[in-house]
């Protein structure tokens, strides 16, 4: 279930300057985007009291941080391209009861955010199930869009994965060599098509601090992950964008930098409820983690903002 119109005409049919996909092939100079990601509205409660499995019964404070995220991020100047979301949406599971109502207060939360700044979805396992099936996967793109799809912003080829069929496809074997020949498709086209830079979103990391690490509930399989490295190393992928681990990890790797950003909601290390900034300017990609506060009290770091100029 995939789509490859500009993120400008896809996220919530918001247009952006009116910019055709072909205008936003061309590279127009340095420009930043917001990554956030595991609002997932009911885990913190559950958390501390642990009963992660319920699907979480009370979310309000989920509720009220995404609210400040999108307070912070609508008043920064300049505004940023887009917001990523890399999954795990909510807590509850599919077919959990308390899905639908979180499901409803996150699209309330997100309705404050400035027209002008087009939300992108990625699904995570809270979001499709841990072992997705087709009728999961169709749930989620009636409720935030397609589940993979590829755009285009600003000369850079952006392609929004779903992580899930990489952990466990059992349950939608045809779905997931869909999703496949679609990815290699697009990888193909970042080889052939001239692109400033090539960026990956998904919820599970390749690896959270190198790549030969042992396998993890919070990372993908070595024997995947080493196939979706070198694949992405062929087609020029400069960075790897998810969450799903609730803190803040990563390392780059032959050229390959692997982000893993922290949650907006439930955190279970030392980091602070926050959203990464990234900026793309012609040669690099230099993002930072900074926390709701910071981003409200101050914006975000000038260092970054003078890479914009």
């Not at 499995?53 to 887009?82: M, Y």
Request: charged share 25%.
């Amino acid at each position: 279930m995939a789509g490859d119109e500009s993120v400008f005409l896809r996220a919530k049919d918001r247009s952006y300057k009116g910019l055709t996909e072909d205008e936003q092939k061309e590279w127009s100079g340095p420009f930043y985007f917001i990554q956030a990601a595991d609002p997932q509205l009911g885990l913190m409660k559950a958390w501390r009291i642990g009963d992660c499995d319920s699907g979480g019964d009370e979310w309000t404070e989920e509720v009220q941080l995404t609210k400040q995220a999108i307070q912070a991020i609508n008043k920064l100047q300049p505004r940023p391209r887009f917001m990523v979301l890399c999954g795990d949406l909510v807590h509850a599971m599919p077919g959990n009861e308390f899905r639908e109502e979180q499901v409803k207060d996150l699209k309330e939360a997100l309705r404050g955010t400035d027209p002008d700044i087009p939300l992108v979805f990625v699904s995570g396992n809270h979001d499709l199930g841990n072992t997705p099936t087709p009728d999961t996967v169709e749930q989620f793109c009636r409720d935030w869009g397609d589940d993979y799809f590829s755009f285009w912003v600003g000369g850079v080829l952006c392609l929004v994965l779903n992580s899930q069929f990489f952990f466990d496809s059992s349950g939608c074997p045809e779905l997931m060599e869909a999703h496949e020949v679609w990815l290699e498709s697009q990888l193909q086209r970042a080889i052939q098509t001239p692109s400033r830079h090539v960026l990956v979103f998904q919820h599970i990391p390749l690896f959270l601090r190198t790549p030969d690490e042992e396998d993890d509930y919070f990372n993908l399989q070595r024997g995947i992950r080493e196939c979706l490295i070198q694949r992405f190393k062929q087609a020029g992928v400069k960075a790897v964008f998810s969450g799903h681990y609730h803190r803040n990890a990563g390392g780059c790797h032959d050229g390959l930098d692997m982000v893993v950003s922290s949650a907006v909601g439930c955190q279970l290390g030392n980091d602070t409820h926050g959203v990464r900034v990234v900026v793309v300017t012609e040669d690099y990609i230099i993002h930072r983690y900074h926390s709701l506060d910071q981003l409200t009290e101050r914006g975000m770091d000038e260092d970054l903002k003078k890479l914009l100029v």
